[in-house]
């Protein structure tokens, strides 16, 4: 039988949908819940989940530090595919080496080297979160003497290499030590170190897109939630006031990375008050506050044992703030990720009337999203067609991976051409534009068959007549027919199956 149908293959390399414009740092659904961690352990990860997604929530936070030449990509792909599927948004703050008690100050050569490995990482969310060092007015954080021309200096090339890799770079200042007292070298009063910081690099701000405040409750760390201003937890206020007098008018979402009493000096029911009040009547309330990880899910031992929300017998075994913090209603976080797929498929380009058609595409995930039904991911058409169209369903395609989506439909008696266009839906809402073809159904070709049995003979008489694919399935097939010399079927009887 003479092949009928050509073959049109389609390799796309498709399609992420035009970024809309947004704000780097804002959008609507945000769970503002987090936490700071202290290691990158998977126990560190899902309990962390397990607490800001709870009550509601998904996309909630979490601030880890990655270290001055940490930088083993698959370890570090493989955390960020782990926070992808636990639903948790990176705030990565970056940390030098201890020199004893002292932290070195970061290499001006080493801005290219962090910014294109962290660049070079597919991140759980479009927006990529990082912080320039901690605390640099105390000076045993930088390298023995805080100096806020030097570190402005430092974080303007960082800040820069950074957004030259990728605009999704959302840069962060340092957290400061709103209650250090102004005694250089050791230590630098935060209003002044702040005014240093600007008077240095006058455009310090151009490439700082949002504000990392440490707002403990100083002095003692013990201080109530009530309490405002500069040293409190609603320190970052009074740190905007600073920034807005000194002539920076740029809108900085604030990012609370670290917060928290100490068990020191207050007891567990006392900080889980804290907490509850903390979060429902300032920080929830207050729409400059995107993030809030207090400092510290889990530290066995000194110095930060008094901080941790886990009890030092470790497991699953929590102080009362963590069940107070995770039945707090949270926000069902929807933050931007890129949509972005690779498509082949073998197409038939022309199809017959009346006829049953299944063929199969391959697509890979190449976007920063898990594509689940169960999360509203499905293939569908973007132009109706006359006739019905299935497809076979997702499930758990992670990005880097691949599926085989199976096409399936009847081209009914609807002669003509037809576009067929094929999109990535989420929620009902097109995702990615994967791939657009013309299909041409036609009336049935004419078929004669001649068939011959040994010696040469003609077959004559009763027959059963079957034709198969490649796969070796049955494609069509006709009873009781009767050869005498040539046997033509009628078309109307046609029927075919493309794989």
């Known amino acids: 039988m003479r092949m009928l149908l050509s073959q049109l293959c389609l390799f796309l390399l498709l399609f992420c949908i035009p970024p809309s414009v947004y704000s780097a740092t804002m959008w609507s659904d945000n ?9 990158l352990s998977d126990e560190e990860i899902t309990d962390t989940a397990a607490l800001v997604n709870s009550s509601g929530g998904a996309w909630g936070y979490i601030t880890l530090l990655l270290s001055d030449g940490d930088y083993d990509h698959a370890k570090w792909q493989n955390l960020f595919d782990k926070l992808r599927l636990h639903k948790l948004i990176p705030i990565v703050r970056l940390t030098t080496k201890a020199d004893g008690p002292v932290w070195m100050r970061p290499e001006l050569s080493g801005a290219n080297t962090a910014a294109h490995f962290l660049n070079s990482l597919n991140w759980p969310t479009r927006q990529r979160y990082v912080v320039l060092f901690n605390e640099p007015n105390h000076g045993h954080e ?7 021309a030097d570190y402005a200096s430092t974080a303007s090339v960082y800040a820069k290499a950074f957004k030259q890799q990728s605009g999704d770079f959302v840069m962060m200042l340092a957290g400061l030590d709103q209650a250090a007292p102004h005694q250089p070298p050791n230590y630098c009063d935060a209003g002044q170190f702040i005014a240093g910081m600007i008077k240095a690099v006058p455009d310090l701000f151009t490439d700082i897109e949002a504000w990392a405040s440490h707002s403990y409750a100083n002095p003692g760390f013990e201080q109530s939630p009530t309490k405002r201003g500069r040293s409190s937890i609603r320190g970052y206020e009074w740190e905007l006031s600073v920034l807005n007098s000194l002539g920076v008018t740029k809108d900085l979402p604030v990012f609370i990375t670290e917060t928290g009493w100490s068990a020191k000096a207050l007891s567990q029911d006392t900080i889980a008050e804290y907490y509850r009040y903390a979060f429902e009547v300032v920080w929830l309330r207050d729409g400059r506050v995107r993030a809030v990880t207090p400092f510290i899910l889990s530290y066995i031992g000194e110095p930060f044992q008094q901080f941790s929300w886990r009890r030092p017998e470790g497991g699953k075994s ?8 995770k039945s707090i209603a949270k926000t069902k976080g929807r933050p931007p990720q890129l949509e972005k797929a690779s498509v082949f498929t073998t197409v038939p380009r022309t ?5 049953q058609y299944q063929f199969q595409i391959w697509l890979r995930n190449d976007g920063q999203t898990i594509w689940d039904k169960r999360d509203g991911y499905e293939i569908a058409l973007g132009k109706s067609l006359p006739f019905d169209v299935q497809f076979s369903q997702l499930f ?12 399936t439909f009847s081209s009914a008696l609807y002669k003509g051409q037809h576009q ?9 809402v097109p995702a ?9 159904v036609v009336d049935p070709p004419s078929l004669g068959l001649k068939a011959t049995v040994f010696p040469g003979f003609n077959a004559q008489g009763p027959a059963r007549l079957q034709i198969f694919d490649r796969a070796e399935r049955l494609v069509w097939e006709k009873k009781d027919v009767f050869f005498q010399g040539w046997f033509s079927p009628n078309p109307e009887d046609h029927r075919s199956r493309s794989g």
């Open 142 to 148: 930088w390298g023995g003497a805080c100096d806020p």
């Open 396 to 407: 758990n395609v992670v990005p880097g991976r691949s599926s085989v989506v199976t096409i």
């Open 432 to 440: 990615v534009q994967l791939a657009s073809f013309y299909l041409e």
């Open 318 to 325: 929590f102080f009362p703030v963590h069940e107070i913090v």
């Open 351 to 355: 199809l017959v009337t009346n006829s």
């Open 31 to 39: 769970n503002k819940f987090g936490m700071h961690a202290a290691s």
């Open 420 to 428: 067929m266009k094929l999109v990535l839906m989420k929620g009902g």
